[in-house]
């Protein structure tokens, strides 16, 4: 059988894409070396609980078009990321607002928490010199201190005096009660995981799983006429202009046989001393209910650790740098040559994408390539 495409990648571009092909009359065949579909948004039901395996996944987008595309796929629920601040036992919210200030001064108006942020702001005179200077420039010392250096440290491996300023470009205040992370119109997590909107996105595609594409190029090649890559752009072509970085994380997972750890899916463990920066407590996601509304008696939490990215480790975010930038040009300027074969995704394009944003390239390509 020969078909119109092969789709490299079970993830959200690549199951988005075989979808439409389909739809619009094409034969596809996707694959992925992984055990199972989903990629990184993949969600393993354990304890009747869906684990994010790749990551903390929040679904959040202002884009209306592509709300209304994934919502056939998947029923959202109500979920709003609303982080917690753990800085030695005291816990803060997230992002900084109104109770975050009252917890830390104990003001209770605007104006108190303006005057005590500018206060603060009036230590930095002249031009920040590194990321703690800048930090403290744009909202004094104390937040700094307590809920920015020792994460952010964490995340980099380094200093933040020895960070430069250019990392942090703004830091939104917000002077009311709100502690709604994102803040975007549209905002939750699918009912049932992920991987079951994967599975409706994927229904009636063959797919076959435990196939490395780079493995067997040339017998699956043969298969198709056309190719959608969406795994690592520089492994495509067997790193020969060198190896595209990333950034890592470690996941610890474990299960506890009690109902309810920390009260939230997500503590950011703002410290120094503490080694994880995080812990994503899972059940949160859906309220702490099982597929029937029913109360889960135990939970699964999640310990997130920063760590160097070495080559063969998983990878996660794209470093942004000018090296890592000049590299993925070269690839990219092999990448438009190959005629018979579409790079997308975060991986096949080098950038971090949120998934709304990968859903709305997706598409575009699907509009370029079938004229939706
Ligand atoms: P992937 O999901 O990585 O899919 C690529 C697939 O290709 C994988 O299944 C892989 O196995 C397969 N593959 C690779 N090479 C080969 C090969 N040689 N042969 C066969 N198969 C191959 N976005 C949000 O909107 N909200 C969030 O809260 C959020 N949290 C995130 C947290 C973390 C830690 C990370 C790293 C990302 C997060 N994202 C979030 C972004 C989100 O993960 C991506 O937008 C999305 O997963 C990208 O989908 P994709 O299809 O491009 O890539």
Known sequence: MKYDYLVVGSGLYGAIFAHEAKVHGKTVLVVDKRPNIAGNIYTENIEGINVHKYGAHIFHTNDKKVWKYITQFAEFNRFTNSPVANYKGELYSLPFNMYTFNKMWGVVTPEEAVAKIEEQRSEITGEPKNLEEQAISLVGRDIYEKLIKGYTEKQWGRDCKELPAFIIK??????????????????????????????????????????????????????????????????????????????????????????????????????????????????????????????LPKTIISREY????KPGDEPYYPVNDEKNGALYAAYRKLADAEEKVIFGGRLGEYKYYDMDQVIAAVLEKCENVFGL
């Open 170 to 295: 703004r830091l939104p205040v917000r002077l009311t009660f709100d502690n709604n992370y994102f803040n975007a119109l549209y905002q939750g997590i699918p009912v049932g995981g992920y991987t079951k909107m994967i599975e409706r996105l994927l229904e009636d595609i063959e797919v076959r799983l435990d196939t490395d594409y780079l493995e067997q190029k040339a017998e699956l090649d043969a298969l198709a006429d056309k190719v959608v890559y969406t795994g690592p752009i520089d492994a495509y072509f067997d790193y020969k202009l060198g190896t595209l970085e990333y950034r890592s994380v470690r996941f610890e997972n474990e299960l506890l046989d009690k109902p309810n750890f920390q009260g939230n899916a997500a503590v950011n463990y703002t410290d120094r001393e503490t080694p994880w920066t995080r812990i994503i407590e899972h059940k949160w996601f859906e309220f702490g209910k099982d597929e029937n509304g029913n109360d």
């Open 306 to 309: 920063s760590s160097e990215w």
